[in-house]
């Protein structure tokens, strides 16, 4: 694995956005976790299907108006025939353009950095792989939470048997933002609950994926099958804004995940609690600049980022000495400072494996995308065991 944060401020990267227009949130996060690493520059884009709102995004950010797109198809070909093409695109529109969008690029070489999920269906996904491969084109999947320092802590901590085998995993992920039906003033709520826009899911695809892919990194474990019930709450819905889902592992655990958008007093309440033969580790997103550790027979220890005690591979992810919080854009920030170094051997020509960086890749995205569609065929044959 390479070393966190040695990407040189003095090596530049140039990089074009789809999506990230007015009333954008994701966008806005990709553009700022990418200026706090201070090495990649925004050169062009297509911020929105209405190309007087994408010339306006463009305007605001500074950007020259001949790089401003009408479509993302337009952007690859116009982008890849100039001399100063840029290193690499990112993706951040809704779900069920994110297949013809990477598509556009990989087609004409530039590697992609895209959000989750990956794609609607795991056709569109495996294609994106092959594509991919055929172009030599990286590929990154924007899973923000394995970026906190404590979760590669955790990591490390499960990888090197401190808490034994993991034997059970309790995930969950409540929101109460959904809890009225806000679809007509709410733009993020409209998209995310529009079949044509979401894919098959609401809630299992915008933060039960969050689970599948933080239990994935921590432990590396992989789901083999899960028995899910997703409900669809709101008058006018059809798509699931509350889950359960229970799950077993490759090595014979088992788990039980719940995730939902209709929790009343909770924003993003991402936890993890992971029991293994020894001990176990619990990790909240929300305090995510903890972990809390409990060996067997003995008492809870609360860790915190920045301190000495934190192994070497994860403390170099940290920005801030401890008792300054570090959080969601230092996390985002983290995955690109791990992608960029990729992209920076590959312009040198090195080989580059992807697993040898520590950002997810096009194979999570791969997985997030049958975990989805597993829960969603579980629900609809009437919660029964699904293999994947």
């Known amino acids: ?85 840029p290193d690499f695109m990112v993706v951040t529109t809704p779900n069920a353009s994110h297949y013809d969008a990477c598509r556009a690029f990989l087609l004409q070489g530039f590697s992609v950095m895209c959000e989750k999920p990956l794609t609607v269906t795991s056709a569109q996904a495996e294609e994106l792989k092959r594509l991919a491969q055929a172009h030599g084109c990286l590929f990154g999947v924007s899973y923000v939470y394995s970026g906190h320092v404590m979760a590669k802590e955790a990591r490390r901590l499960i990888r090197d048997g401190v808490i034994g085998d993991v034997r059970m995993v309790m995930a969950e992920y409540p929101q109460e933002w959904l809890i009225d039906v806000v679809e007509g003033e709410n733009k993020q709520a409209g998209w995310r609950t529009d079949p044509a826009l979401s894919g098959s899911a609401n809630c299992v695809g915008d933060i039960g994926s969050h689970i599948e892919n933080t239990v994935a990194y921590m432990t590396g474990l992989r789901i083999t099958r899960l028995l899910a019930n997703l409900d669809v709450v709101g008058e006018g819905r059809s798509l699931d804004t509350n889950a359960e889902i229970l799950l077993r592992y490759d090595n014979g655990a088992s788990g039980c995940y719940w995730c939902s958008q209709i929790a009343a007093g909770y924003d993003n309440a991402l936890k993890v609690r992971i029991f293994g033969t020894l001990g ?78 520590d950002y997810p890749g096009i194979e999570m995205g791969i997985d997030g995308v049958r975990f989805i569609e597993a829960c969603v065929e579980s629900s609809k044959q009437g919660a029964v065991w699904v293999e994947l």
């Open 1 to 85: 694995m390479v070393e966190a944060s040695k990407t040189s401020k003095a090596e530049r990267f140039t990089y074009g956005m789809v999506g990230g227009g007015p009333g954008s949130f994701i966008g806005a996060v990709h553009r700022a976790a990418l200026h706090l690493g201070g090495n990649a520059s925004l050169v062009c884009g297509c911020f929105s299907r209405d190309i007087e709102k994408s010339r306006e995004t463009a305007a605001e950010l500074g950007l020259d108006e001949t790089r401003v797109y009408t479509s993302f198809a337009e952007m690859a070909q116009a982008e890849a025939a100039r001399p100063d093409r």
């Open 280 to 357: 176990a580790i619990e990790f909240e997103q929300e305090q995510s600049n903890y972990l809390k550790l409990t060996l067997k027979g003995e008492p809870p220890r609360l860790l915190s980022r920045g301190n000495g005690y934190i192994s070497a591979a994860a403390a170099a992810y940290s920005r801030l000495p401890s008792g300054h919080p570090e959080g969601y854009h230092e996390a985002l920030c983290n995955l690109y400072d791990q992608f960029l170094q990729a992209i920076a051997a590959k312009r040198r020509g090195e080989t580059v494996e992807a697993a040898d960086y």
